[in-house]
Each structure stands twice: as structure tokens, then as C-alpha cells.
């Protein structure tokens, strides 16, 4: 499937065609929001939301649409130029593509020539304050005649330069004229922190022109990182950033379907693609609790869309390296021990492979669901959660801190009754240690040790 053509109308599973309808509204509306950033953490679909909004906004014909890898620009080390050579491919004829780059080349070599006079490359990005008190250090480090000739030489060509951009600037203005353009900015957190401060910079100081508009399509955490990185620890990222940025939303990880019932887009999405697995179809997960395992999983975790791709995925591992059986026609308490443990595996590898190497640890083995012991039950309703049973049954065959999921002697039969249910067996526990071997056997599986 080719993400670049998808459109709301293919597939918008998680109802987010109104949330880009808004997005075209803001950029229509004549309000500063430029750059707009579309914020979320790795794997929550952003990308996908920001090719479906583009397929959109070409649609309706409104703007000129660029899109730009900036994770795949990274290596050529020049943010400037990337932009450049995107914004060029929209001019239709020769003429006018010569007569833009003629603009864009001067700008171009300066920024080269300045990057070889680190002292000046530094400065020229700060504020007007920043730029006195440095130039101020910088004197007293070095020879007067040395700085002299370096000052003389970059406030000619940094007089030259202005020139140059402000025609740069008035050529852009003059082709968003006919249709405004919007650049789309995406894996600005996946890049080289250098490279993505230097996009940040170029946008405001280069493309603040009108009808030129900027998303970023990134996680703003990352980005914030980025500037640690670059400026120092000490660098309040988030003033930084504000410097940059007019408008934040993020996508949310729940939807409501019908207009009121209120579903995990996560959840949501794992269902679409067990349903849409041959490999996983013949264990007939969405059809018992092991959904609802899987769900809880998935809830208490906060997986991401992409976290859960990786664990459907690890499931159809799995059962292709058990001859399809691994998931199917066993018995309902081991179907959801070994998708535990494909889900240890894929989340917490370091907790698994002890478990494979027989040092189980009790108070680990419950890490998918933040529990570290037993819940107090009398047997009364509510019951407790299916993983709860598997964390009994589990934690007492572990090697270390058995105790913590040892039941009372008043609950023990009620654990018994809840594991009959869930293991087809009678009697309190069964053969010592064979439901961890389940777990550490699936493991070892995964590790492609037969």
C-alpha cells in the first residue's frame, strides 16, 4: 500500500477527516498559525494523517502542496536548499524555474561561505542582544587584527546577503500570489539534532513571507531534545521553540464512532488488522477474550498504532514458527499465556529472555500490566481480570518472589474454579512449573531456538 495515495475517503478508521477539515480551515483563515505543527510521539499515524491531509487540501485545489522528508534531506546537510529544491519543482516552465533558482543561488552561497567562519555562522542565528554580548567573547578570545579582518569581510557579505534573500523572498511572495503554498515538514524529529535546528531557523528567517505557509509533521519532545542537544542543557527549549511555532494539536488516540461511543484508536486498530490477517485468522482471536487480553495490553501500555502493527505482526510470527498451531486449537488459558509472551517479547525483551533463561522473576513477569503482586478477591463479583488469573498461575512457578502471587487459603478455590475456566483442569496449582515453561517455550520461539 502506498501511503502517499490514501485519502479519508479509503480509509479513515479512526474518524479523522473532520480534524483535517479544521487544519484547512485554520490555514484558510488568514489567523498567524504558520508554522502549525502536527505534534505526536513515533507511530501514532501522523504521517499518514499528513499525506491524507494533502490528498485532501489537492482535492479541494485551495494550495500549492510540497512534502518534504526532511529525515531523507538529512544527509545533504543543507535544511535551505532542500526547501528550495521542493519549492522549485512547483514552477511549471523553464523560464521560470531559471529565473527563481538565479534568486536562490546567491542566498544559497552564502550560507556555504558563512558556514566556514564558525564564529559568525553561530551568531548570525541569534537575536539582535545575543549577537553584541557574544561578538563582545569572542573579541576577548582572539587576535584584534584576526577578528577585524573576519568582521569587515562577513558584514559585507552579510549586507550582500540581505539583499539577496529579500529577492528571494519577493520571487516566493510573487508565486504564493497565484495560490498559496503550504509546506508540509515531515521526520523533523528522526533527523540529526543539528540539521533540525537549522530547519526550525531557516523556516522563520527565511520563509516568513505571505502566503507561504509551513506544517510540521514531528513530535515536539524529540524536538526539544534536539535543542538541548545544540544549545546546551541549561536552554529553556520550550521559549525556544515558541520563538518557532504559532499552533500545536495532536491526534488523539480515541474517537467516537456513531457520535457518541467513545473507542481507543489503538484498540480499533489491532481489531481491523486481526481481522485483516490470514495468518492469525485460523486462531480466531477476535472471536474469544483473547481479544480482550490483547486490548488490555494495548489500554494499559498506551501502545501507539504502530506498537500495536509491531505486535500483530510478532503474533503472526509466531504462529507461522509453530506451524500455524502456536494460536490455535489449544487450550484457552495457554492461547493467552503465549500471547503474553509474544508481547513480552516484543515490549520488554530484557524481562523475557530471563524468563527464557529459567530466572523468573514474579514481581517482573506482571510488567505488561503495571502489577507486581496479588489482588485481594473473596470470590465475590467483580471477578477479577483474566490477567490477573495468569499472573497467579504464573508467578507462583517463578524463581524468585513466588510469595507475592501466593493466594489466602480462604481464596484459594476461588482461583481453582477461575483456572478450571481457563485451563479446562482440575486441582490447585497443576504439574509444578508447566504453564512458565508455556511462557519461556513461546519465548524461546520467538528467539528462533527450536
Not at 502517499?4 to 498559525?33: C, N, P, W, Y
Not at 587584527?145 to 569587515?152: F, P, R
Not at 510540521?216 to 529553556?236: E, R, W
Not at 506451524?323 to 515490549?347: D, H, M, N, P, Q
Request: glycine fraction near 6%; hydrophobic fraction near 40%; proline fraction near 4%.
Amino acid at each position: 500500500m502506498d501511503i502517499r495515495k490514501l485519502t479519508f475517503g479509503s480509509r479513515d478508521e479512526f474518524q479523522r477527516k473532520k480534524i483535517a477539515d479544521q487544519t484547512i480551515a485554520l490555514l484558510q483563515s488568514g489567523i498567524d498559525v504558520s508554522p502549525m505543527v502536527i505534534d505526536g510521539s513515533w507511530g501514532t499515524g501522523k504521517t499518514e494523517f499528513c499525506h491524507k491531509l494533502m490528498n485532501l487540501m489537492r482535492e479541494q485545489d485551495s494550495h500549492q502542496i510540497v512534502y518534504i522528508d526532511a529525515f531523507k534531506a538529512d544527509h545533504a546537510n543543507e535544511p535551505l536548499m532542500s526547501v528550495l529544491a521542493e519549492v522549485i519543482k512547483l514552477i511549471p516552465d523553464e523560464d521560470g524555474k531559471k529565473g527563481f533558482k538565479d534568486k536562490a543561488l546567491p542566498v544559497l552561497r552564502f550560507g556555504a561561505k558563512a558556514v566556514g567562519k564558525a564564529v559568525v555562522s553561530h551568531l548570525l542565528r541569534q537575536d539582535a542582544a545575543d549577537v553584541v554580548e557574544e561578538f563582545d567573547d569572542a573579541i576577548q578570545q582572539t587576535a584584534d587584527k584576526a577578528i577585524d579582518a573576519t568582521v569587515e569581510s562577513v558584514l559585507k557579505d552579510h549586507v550582500e546577503a540581505e539583499k539577496n534573500l529579500k529577492a528571494l523572498q519577493d520571487a516566493l511572495e510573487a508565486w504564493a500570489a497565484q495560490k498559496p503554498i503550504v509546506l508540509f515538514v515531515d521526520e523533523l524529529d528522526r533527523c540529526r539534532p543539528d540539521f533540525a535546528v537549522d530547519m526550525l531557523e531557516i523556516i522563520k528567517h527565511t520563509f516568513d513571507v505571505p502566503g507561504v505557509q509551513f506544517v510540521l509533521v514531528t513530535n515536539t519532545q524529540q524536538l526539544k531534545a534536539s535543542i538541548s542537544h545544540c544549545y546546551g542543557p541549561t536552554v529553556d527549549t520550550q521559549r525556544y521553540l515558541d520563538k518557532f511555532l504559532k499552533f500545536s494539536f495532536g491526534l488523539p488516540s480515541t474517537f467516537k464512532i456513531n457520535g457518541h461511543e467513545l473507542l481507543n484508536a489503538s484498540i480499533n486498530h489491532a481489531k481491523s488488522l486481526l481481522d485483516e490477517s490470514d495468518i492469525l485468522s485460523s486462531a480466531e482471536i477476535c472471536k474469544d477474550a483473547s481479544q480482550e487480553l490483547i486490548n488490555q495490553i494495548i489500554e494499559i501500555n498506551n501502545l501507539s498504532l504502530r506498537e500495536v502493527e509491531t505486535l500483530i505482526r510478532h503474533l503472526a510470527i509466531y504462529q507461522i514458527l509453530t506451524g500455524e498451531k502456536g494460536l490455535s486449537g489449544v487450550k484457552f488459558g495457554y492461547k493467552l499465556i503465549r500471547i503474553w509472551a509474544v508481547a513480552l517479547f516484543t515490549f520488554h525483551p530484557k524481562v523475557a529472555q530471563s524468563i527464557a533463561n529459567g530466572q523468573s522473576d514474579a514481581e517482573k513477569i506482571g510488567i505488561l500490566f503495571n502489577e507486581t503482586r496479588i489482588i485481594d478477591w473473596n470470590g465475590d463479583y467483580p471477578y477479577p481480570q483474566q490477567y490477573h488469573a495468569l499472573l497467579v498461575a504464573l508467578g507462583q512457578e517463578c524463581s524468585k518472589n513466588a510469595g507475592s502471587y501466593e493466594p489466602t487459603e480462604e481464596a484459594k478455590p476461588h482461583w481453582e474454579s477461575y483456572f478450571n475456566g481457563l485451563f479446562q483442569r482440575h486441582g490447585f496449582p497443576p504439574r509444578a512449573g508447566s504453564r512458565l515453561k508455556i511462557l519461556a517455550d513461546a519465548i524461546q520461539t520467538m528467539t528462533l531456538i527450536s
